[in-house]
């Protein structure tokens, strides 16, 4: 199964708002589930266990539940409210800043969250980022990560055996090949 982390989140009813990301648990070396951003809950993650989904394609992810089930699910993050921070006064007479809501991840322990803007990079450096995740469809292990090489031009997406992961960690994955053979790998479709 092909987890896109570039995908709308299709519901039941309509649009569920967009995939995030995925849930990988270190030790059984699975996904979990799916990290979407659903509308209905602004900055708010929510966790999306994959028996939910029924269809993941390159453009959306599809689940039987509703798009009020969605927004009810396990939150991926806290929000804390900075306090307000009086600026410098640089000329501007009265500049402040308001309050400000940050969201502050929470994962299960023993997970990691793979995003989109996660690097790949090889034994000699940044390759990339990380585009989707290819799982078995019945272990939920991964086999393939694809990795979106390139810049704004000139990108390609490059699926990675996941033999030639040597490590997963939070915002990067790190691969036992060269960029010369990352360049050497096969395409797909982008």
Same mark, same amino acid.
Request: charged share 15%; hydrophobic share 50%.
């Given at each position: 199964m092909d987890l896109p982390l570039r995908a709308t989140l /299709?519901?039941?009813?309509?649009d569920g708002g967009d995939v995030a990301g995925v849930l990988f648990e270190e030790a059984a070396r699975k996904v979990t589930h799916i990290i979407v951003r659903p509308k209905e809950?602004?900055?708010v993650r929510r966790l999306l266990p994959l028996d939910a989904v029924t269809?993941?394609?390159?453009?959306?992810?599809r689940t039987r539940l509703t798009v009020q089930e969605v927004?009810?699910?396990p939150a991926v993050d806290d929000i804390e409210i900075l306090p307000t921070i009086e600026l410098v006064d640089v000329g501007m007479v009265g500049t402040t800043m308001a309050d400000?809501? /940050?969201?502050?991840?929470?994962?299960?322990?023993?997970?990691?969250a793979l995003e989109r803007v996660?690097?790949?990079n090889a034994s000699d450096g940044r390759v990339g980022s990380l585009d989707a995740v290819l799982i078995d469809p019945?272990?939920?292990a991964i086999t393939h990560i694809v990795l979106r090489e390139g810049h704004l031009w000139a990108k390609r997406d490059v699926t990675v055996p996941i033999a030639n992961v040597t490590k997963i960690e939070e915002d990067a994955v790190t691969l036992d090949l060269t960029k010369d053979d990352v360049g050497k790998l096969p395409s797909v479709k982008a």
């Open positions: /299709v519901c039941a009813d309509g809950t602004g900055m269809e993941a394609a390159p453009a959306a992810v927004a009810t699910l400000m809501p /940050v969201a502050i991840p929470k994962l299960p322990p023993g997970s990691i996660d690097d790949v019945i272990s939920a």
